[in-house]
């Protein structure tokens, strides 16, 4: 076998999961190569466009143990406040950061600026090698190492390969790997909104019998915008004029906020559930959108995936040293760890698309029983606040505020 470098471990993406889990890694003394193939800060980056991202509390604590929250809480606005409500219906339910006795019960930063942070740490971390652009031609699984061939004519060798090349991997597809897939026909717009009353720190998940909408807090008095609507209608909402926009967002939001006054640069994302049927295998592990893309519907897609990082970190610097880290037991222990966080998010998610993107009357008097026993109910007030903070399952030590 012909080697031109050989590393403990290479990840194949530096989006936010990817370089997050580089990150994670920084003092385990493996040697890590990671391949991006956009150019860093490319504003072609897809994992750093402009959407608002929702950062969980137990999200916060992983980068803060990691030690770049400092950097990233800059550019990030603390939630306060969730504000659940159902377009036509009585019920309502409201999490406050003050009855779980957390300063927040989440974050929101921008993609981009999670991109500018991230990279920067990748840029001064001395166990790594970035190879960017570049991206994987073939690989091959031997006993001992998978042998990858770049697309820059690079032959590298890994003890343990990390896919974090998002919902299109091209390992997943070069492993042949299948996938449970659904597509939503929905589709996502975002933008920043400017509205006339403050938020105070409040997000907003409002559903209505076109989709959902979420309005999260953000800097200068504005509130980042995910839209949910079936596939085929986001083209006349991106088409319409401003005051256009503005008022059948009103129309389907309500004056909660008082009058919408501005809206930025509109975005679409098309939503599909993807979930590989294997998050492990030979050497190789997948891990965010690589192994599972979620609909938006909860925030939870990189949560989701930074909590993968957090556990496989853990897994991988709680070996002893001299100890292959592509060993399939380890694997094997970091995907039981997982599976059950992973499945229960999934379902969770897709429950809440149907369950709320149904005009069934009867539904809909439901859903409203349902958040009003929620909002009455202490106990399930809190069960919900600790899922959507993160912090429902065995955590791993960087989100108890212990370094690796
Ligand atoms: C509208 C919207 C709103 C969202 N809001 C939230 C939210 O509020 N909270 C939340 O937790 N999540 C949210 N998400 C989900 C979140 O964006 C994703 O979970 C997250 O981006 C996944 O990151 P990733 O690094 O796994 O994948 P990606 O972001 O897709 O990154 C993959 C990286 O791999 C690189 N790459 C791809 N192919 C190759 C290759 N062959 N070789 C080398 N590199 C490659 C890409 O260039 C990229 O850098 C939202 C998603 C959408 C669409």
Redesign the pocket.
């Known amino acids: 076998m012909t080697t031109d470098t050989n590393y403990d471990l290479i990840i194949?993406?530096?989006?936010?999961?990817?370089?997050?889990l580089a990150i994670a890694l920084k003092n385990s003394g493996l040697r890590i190569a990671v391949?991006?193939?956009?150019a860093t800060n490319s504003l072609q980056?897809?994992?750093?466009d402009e959407?608002?991202?929702?950062?969980?509390y137990g999200?916060q604590r992983i980068f803060e143990t990691m030690g770049i929250w400092h950097q990233l809480a800059k550019h990030s606005t603390a939630i306060s406040h969730i504000h659940v409500s159902d377009r036509g219906h009585f019920g309502v339910t409201r999490l406050s950061a003050v009855d779980e006795q957390v300063s927040a019960l989440g974050q929101?930063t921008t993609?981009r600026a999670m991109g500018q942070v991230l990279n920067s740490a990748l840029s001064s971390q001395d166990n790594l090698s970035l190879i960017c652009p570049?991206?994987?031609r073939s690989l091959q699984q031997h006993k001992d190492v998978v042998e990858l061939e770049l697309n820059t004519n690079q032959t590298l060798t890994t003890k343990l390969l990390v896919a974090?090349?998002?919902?299109?991997?091209?390992?997943r597809h070069l492993l042949k790997m299948g996938a449970l897939e659904h597509n939503y026909q929905q589709t996502?717009i975002?933008a920043n909104i400017t509205t006339e009353r403050p938020h105070n720190g409040t997000a907003f998940e409002r559903f209505t019998d076109t989709g959902p909408i979420?309005l999260?807090p953000m800097s200068d008095n504005r509130c980042s915008l995910?839209w949910t609507v079936t596939t085929g209608d986001e083209v006349a909402l991106l088409n319409a004029s401003e005051q256009d926009f503005l008022n059948q967002l009103q129309d389907r939001f309500g004056y909660r906020l008082g009058k919408f006054l501005r809206v930025g640069q509109r975005?679409h994302?098309p939503?599909k559930l993807m979930q590989a049927d294997q998050a492990v295998q030979q050497r190789i592990v997948l891990?965010?959108?690589?192994a599972h893309?979620?609909h938006?519907i909860a925030?939870?897609?990189?949560?989701?995936?930074?909590r993968d990082v957090a556990a496989l970190a853990d897994v991988l610097v709680n070996t002893n040293p001299n100890k292959d880290c592509g060993d399939a037991r380890l694997l094997h222990d970091y995907q039981q760890w997982r599976l059950q966080d992973q499945d229960n998010v999934i379902e969770a998610t897709s429950n809440l698309v149907s369950f709320f993107s149904n005009n069934n009357p009867l539904l809909g008097h439901c859903r409203s029983v349902a958040l009003s026993i929620i909002d009455a109910f202490p106990p399930a007030k809190h069960w919900l606040a600790q899922k959507s903070m993160g912090l429902d399952r065995k955590l791993p030590r960087l989100a108890r505020g212990i370094p690796l």
Do not use: K
Request: glycine share 16%; charged share 5%; aromatic share 4%.
């Open positions: 194949v993406g530096a989006g936010m999961v990817g370089a997050s391949i991006e193939a956009i980056q897809p994992s750093y959407r608002g991202i929702a950062l969980a999200s929101v993609a570049a991206s994987v974090a090349d998002g919902g299109q991997s091209t390992i996502a975002t979420a999260l995910v975005h994302y939503l891990i965010g959108n690589a893309s979620l938006p925030g939870q897609g990189f949560n989701l995936g930074l």
